[in-house]
Structure formats: structure tokens, C-alpha cells
């Protein structure tokens, strides 16, 4: 039977060391961070995870405030909103909830945010850093991974990677995250031919594809290290894109779902707007 990779426990430790260095920076300095995001709308899940996203701020003594709009906004009335957080010394953190409402221009909105306060990453500007090498503010999720990965102690170096999953969220970001640890990292998705057989040479295997129990347990080698970022709501409850309980008769480490990547993503952000912050307060 697979190990558990611990998302939970992970995140809370990296949460718990956060709250430390923001108390101490505050009992200092007289000053902490700040993170504004912006709800678009009344999705139910947007709403669950902007809780979510305000409760860990509080843990962590970051000031969160949620500015929320009309799911009819347009785009300009969504960029005149980070508009303002970019010019509010107090923010230093700005995230968009995703997913906006079809007649907002999502990529016109993502391209307003400053660069130095791009908590998700999502700029052309990180992107393009992390690409090159250079330090940035990086996608929370893959980020997330990385972390997972370092706590357990499980090296890239020389490891064959097999990411499922291309979106600019998770699957192309983690790559590079992957790349730039030494590992040789393959990029496949829904569409890819033989996946199974993809899946089968990979020492480390990323699901973000967002299908439930796509990966079967079947084709996982024997020992692979399976990192499942999906979750996907079924009439059986929760489920990630990796059958998991073929999977865990295979692997010798995998994350469950709920409980693995989730948490991290989370605890992330909060890293992210604590980097944020540093660096405004240098510059």
C-alpha cells in the first residue's frame, strides 16, 4: 500500500511558520500584509474558496478583503477594480477569482494586475520569469506540489515526470517548476495517444486534468511516485483524476483527495502575498 502524501499536515506547518514571521515583522515594524481579491458573481465554488481563502488569512494575520461584483459586470468595471489595488499601498497581494463570467475579457483582466502583487502568478510577466529562471511570484498549485515533495523528501533529479494536464494553472507551470529540479518531465493530456503507456514509464505522475478517475491504477509503474491535483464532484462525493484506490495498491507515495494538493494551494497563496509583501516593503 502507497504512503500518503499529506497536503494537510504540510500546509499546516508552512501556515503555522507564516504567522510567525508576520507577527514578528508586525510587532516590528507596525505594518502587515494585505491581500485583496476580487469575486465576480455568485458561483457557489468561487464562494467556498474565497471563505476559505479569508479564514486562512486571518489564521495567518494577513488582512483579506473580498471586493464583490455583479456577475452582469464588464470588463472594465473589473479592471477599474484592480486598478485601485494597484495603486493601494496597503494591498500587496491582488488575486482574481477565477472563473469570470463569459462576457469579461479574463486575460485583459489578468494583464491589470501589477506584476509585483500577482499572488496567482498569472501574469505574462511571472510566467515569463519562471520560464527563464529567474524568481517571481509562481502559480500557487504547482508551487503547492513542489512543497509537498520537498517536506517528504522525494528528489526530481534525473526522475522521469509525466505531467497530465497543459492549462497555465497547473500542468505548464509545475512543468518548469519540475524542469528547472532536474527531472525530465513529459507533457501529456486528454488527447495524448498511449497514455497509458505514458503513465506506465513515469517515476512521477501528475494528474490535472480534470476527469474523474482518469488514471487508472493499472498503468501506474510499480513504486511511481502519483500526485493527483484533481477534484471532481461525483454522486459518490469527492474523487480526484486518479482511481485511487486501484492506484494505492501501486504507488509507493500518493495524495489523497480531499487532503493532498488542495491545502496547499491555499497555503501558497499566503507565502505568495507574504513574498509580495518583502519585496514592496524593500523596494
Not at 57 to 64: K, L, P, T
Not at 175 to 182: E, K, R
Not at 207 to 228: L, N, S, T
Request: contains cysteine; hydrophobic residues 45%; glycine residues 10%.
Amino acid at each position: 500500500m502507497a504512503n500518503i502524501l499529506d497536503g494537510k499536515l504540510v500546509a499546516a506547518g508552512i501556515r503555522q511558520k507564516l504567522k510567525g514571521q508576520v507577527e514578528a515583522y508586525q510587532k516590528e515594524h507596525q505594518r502587515r500584509p494585505g491581500l485583496e481579491v476580487v469575486l465576480v458573481g455568485d458561483d457557489p465554488a468561487s464562494h467556498v474558496y474565497v471563505r476559505n481563502k479569508e479564514r486562512a488569512c486571518a489564521g495567518a494575520g494577513i488582512v483579506s478583503e473580498t471586493i464583490k461584483l455583479a456577475a452582469e459586470s464588464t470588463t472594465e468595471a473589473v479592471i477599474d477594480v484592480v486598478d485601485r489595488a494597484n495603486r493601494n499601498a496597503s494591498v500587496h497581494g491582488i488575486l482574481v477569482q477565477m472563473p469570470l463570467p463569459p462576457q469579461i475579457d479574463t486575460q485583459a483582466v489578468l494583464s491589470t494586475i501589477s506584476p509585483d502583487k500577482d499572488v496567482d502568478g498569472l501574469t505574462s510577466e511571472n510566467l515569463g520569469r519562471l520560464a527563464q529562471g529567474k524568481p517571481g511570484l509562481f502559480p500557487c498549485t504547482p508551487r503547492g506540489v513542489i512543497a509537498i515533495l520537498d517536506y517528504y523528501g522525494i528528489s526530481l533529479v534525473g526522475r522521469r515526470a509525466l505531467v497530465v494536464g497543459r492549462s497555465l494553472l497547473v500542468g505548464k507551470p509545475l512543468s518548469l517548476l519540475m524542469l528547472a529540479q532536474d527531472a525530465t518531465v513529459t507533457i501529456a493530456h486528454s488527447r495524448s495517444r498511449d497514455l497509458d503507456q505514458l503513465v506506465a514509464e513515469a517515476d512521477i505522475v501528475v494528474a490535472a486534468v480534470g476527469r474523474p478517475q482518469m488514471i487508472r491504477g493499472e498503468w501506474i509503474k510499480d513504486g511511481a511516485v502519483v500526485i493527483d491535483v484533481g477534484i471532481n464532484r461525483t454522486p459518490d462525493g469527492l474523487v480526484g483524476d486518479v482511481a485511487y484506490q486501484e492506484a494505492v495498491a501501486r504507488a509507493k507515495w500518493i495524495t489523497p483527495v480531499p487532503g493532498g494538493v488542495g491545502p496547499m494551494t491555499i497555503a501558497m497563496l499566503l507565502d505568495n502575498t507574504w513574498q509580495a509583501f518583502q519585496r514592496q516593503e524593500r523596494s
